[in-house]
Nanobody, 124 residues
């Protein structure tokens, strides 16, 4: 009932920046927490960042803390992931997901709805 579409991925040099967007449509409401995840070839899915239902509380994986920023624009039903100081190890497919509780996103890597993903490639 909720559709999520990621955009903004691409190819950048190490040290560069990208801004990903996750646009929601369908049956949307503020009851959802939103998270970003990534998966690189040969690796497990990894939690990146999440924002609470109110938008006032955020969570980051240690690997991206201080470099990535998650934010939301409720009027546009969109969540953003600003990625700065990108490293080659950030290369992955990035996914957006929503869940009723942020705990599901952060600790269970579980969401009720998922986007199709957007490729981020960081060259050295």
């Amino acid at each position: 009932q909720v559709q999520l579409v990621e955009s903004g991925g691409g190819l950048v040099q190490a040290g560069g920046s990208l801004r990903l967007s996750c646009a929601a449509s369908g049956r949307t409401s503020s009851r959802y927490a939103v998270g970003w995840f990534r998966q690189a070839p040969g690796k497990k899915r990894e939690f990146v960042a999440a924002i609470s239902r109110s938008g006032s509380t955020i969570y980051y994986a240690d690997s991206v803390k201080g470099r990535f920023t998650i934010s939301s624009d409720n009027a546009k039903n969109t969540v953003f992931l600003q990625m700065n100081s990108l490293k080659p190890e950030d290369t992955a497919v990035y996914y957006c997901a929503v869940a009723s509780r942020s705990d599901y996103l952060i600790y269970s890597l579980s969401g009720d709805y998922w986007g199709q993903g957007t490729q981020v490639t960081v060259s050295s």
